[in-house]
């Protein structure tokens, strides 16, 4: 077995120690935020406290898209909030992040 790799990133394990599980990655492309939907992102976010990290991931075209941890809005991710975010966010559901998040 061999495995090749550009970066390594530090598992952080401090969400699974505190139950929240994995963050929750909003994939958005620039050209779709505006001011009302970020007014809306917040208001859905709000309605929704939880102990679960929420990332935006901003795809810019031709660039390595963006991660933004909205670290003052974590959520609960329930049914209700998926059904609330899958709207604004075009069909497009939040998924899981392909490759660890780190603060640099």
Do not use: W
Not at 20 to 32: C, E, N, Q, Y
Not at 55 to 63: A, H, P
């Amino acid at each position: 077995m061999s495995i090749f790799a550009q970066d390594l990133t530090i598992l952080d394990l401090a969400a699974i120690r505190n139950n929240s599980g994995p963050p929750v990655v909003i994939a958005l492309h620039h050209d779709r935020i505006t001011r009302e939907l970020t007014a809306e992102l917040k208001h859905i976010l709000q309605a929704h406290p939880g102990g679960t990290q929420v990332i935006l991931k901003m795809e810019r075209s031709g660039d390595r898209p963006l991660h933004l941890d909205l670290c003052d809005f974590p959520i609960q991710p329930s049914s209700s909030f998926m059904a609330d975010i899958n709207e604004p966010c075009s069909g497009r559901p939040p998924s899981p992040p392909r490759e660890p998040f780190s603060r640099q």
